[in-house]
């Protein structure tokens, strides 16, 4: 009797000493990306907190008090608006229907369960959300191209222009955490997981449209694949299916809710046109490129105009040569579907770069070019980077006087 009621205790130990020793492993194989990350945006941080008290402004005004961390901080506090105003001329005004729910129902938590403030509490969500992003950038790497590329995969992404919105009180984050979780449930084939997890991504940013395009599209392939195959294949095909479902379901959730509390069946994208977002054709964005480089003569172009024309010309040209180089298929619709979301939608032309971090798989042929040189170059490559973000990061949050 005693040996039958000992093995009923003896078995939850022994799970949880493998389930410990799953976490070690797992912790060890990741170490490596996670501090080189944490390097990175530290000395970002670092240097953005040093020069900000040089010249007397408060670094917790631009971590986690400045433009959209408001919004967020406002909706957290005080939920949202109930009508969509219009001024004396007819304008609407900006509203703050326009912001997704997920990072405000989290910094809301964080703020019950902390002791920090509520700005202090939204800043750790982000932080905490970045780390997280990082870890699930080097296990998509790692997956596809072993442990050197997702390492350098997962630095590259803390080292990008606009990598100081990583460690803001912002979205970006979380939804580069949601989306490099879904894609990683894809290329598993935990279809129900990553149907999950676009949707919560589709209740994070008005972008999450585009993860869960990709989604759905890999998805439906897989039904089709079963169908074709026949015999019980609806046993088969079920869990893609029921992530064909999910994953539009936060984001058209939150869309309706909008309506629904506006009265009116347009409700969200007017909230949007408010905020002059709208569908231009990519007429927009090519004007907005062909102004900066030849725009009038002795005009004076601001050095954050230039930075995003870049980013965003560089991106395009990341994308063919990740199509040439036949990357895998969720990550090959995700990325070209943010940047059609990216690319045709007319609204904020300096935010485009920060609408952009989250497509880190643009990043992966610069990793796997990195991964076959010798580490001396890996390190200094990386640092020459990190240094590089962080003095940006600095420009774009203390010089540059609009949203990052």
């Known amino acids: 009797m005693a040996q039958a009621t000992a093995a ?19 912790v060890r194989l990741a170490a490596p990306a996670l501090l080189g990350y944490a390097t990175a945006r530290a000395l970002g941080i670092g240097l953005l907190y040093y020069l900000a008290k040089r010249r007397g402004t408060s670094p917790g005004t631009v971590l986690y008090g400045s433009w959209d961390s408001r919004w967020y901080l406002d909706v957290a506090q005080h939920g949202y608006d109930h009508t969509l105003d219009v001024t004396a001329h007819g304008w609407h005004v900006w509203s703050n229907l326009a912001f997704f729910p997920l990072y405000p129902w989290l910094c809301r938590i964080a703020d019950a369960l902390l002791p920090t403030g ?13 780390l997280a992003a990082a870890w699930l950038i080097f296990l998509v790497g790692n997956r596809l191209y ?8 997962a630095v590259l992404w803390g080292c990008l222009p606009h990598a100081v919105v990583e460690s803001m009180a912002y ?18 084939r935990h279809w129900v997981r990553a149907g999950l997890l676009a949707a919560l991504a589709g209740l994070t940013r008005p972008t999450g449209i585009a993860l869960a395009a990709a989604v759905c599209a890999v998805a439906g392939l897989a039904v089709l694949r079963e169908a074709r195959a026949g015999g019980d294949w609806w046993r088969r095909a079920w869990r893609p299916g029921l992530a064909l479902l999910l994953a539009p379901a936060g984001w058209l959730t939150f869309v309706i809710w909008v309506g629904v509390r506006l009265h009116r069946a347009d409700g969200y994208f007017a909230v949007q046109s408010a905020w002059g977002n709208k569908l231009s054709k990519g007429g927009y964005l090519l004007r907005r490129i062909r102004w900066v480089f030849l725009g009038q003569r002795g005009a004076d172009i601001p050095v954050a105009y230039v930075a995003v024309t870049l980013v965003v010309i560089a991106c395009f040209a990341l994308f063919v040569l990740c199509v040439v180089q036949r990357q895998p298929l969720p990550l090959l619709l995700f990325s070209g579907a943010l940047l059609a979301v990216v690319g045709l939608g007319k609204g904020v032309y300096i935010a485009r770069a920060r609408f952009l971090l989250p497509a880190f798989p643009l990043l992966i042929p610069l990793a796997r070019v990195l991964a076959r040189t010798h580490r001396r170059t890996i390190v200094y490559t990386l640092s020459t980077a990190a240094i590089a973000s962080a003095v940006y990061g600095v420009h774009l949050s203390l010089i540059w006087n609009g949203p990052p």
Do not use: N, Q
């Open 8 to 26: 009923p205790r003896t078995a939850p130990a022994g799970a949880r000493r493998d389930l410990r020793r799953r976490a070690e492993a797992a």
């Open 146 to 153: 072993r442990r050197r590329t997702g390492t350098i995969l």
């Open 118 to 130: 509520p700005a202090k509490s939204a800043w750790l969500v982000s932080m905490a959300a970045s």
């Open 171 to 188: 979205t970006e984050s979380l939804f580069t955490a949601l989306c490099a979780g879904a894609l990683y449930a894809v290329l598993g």
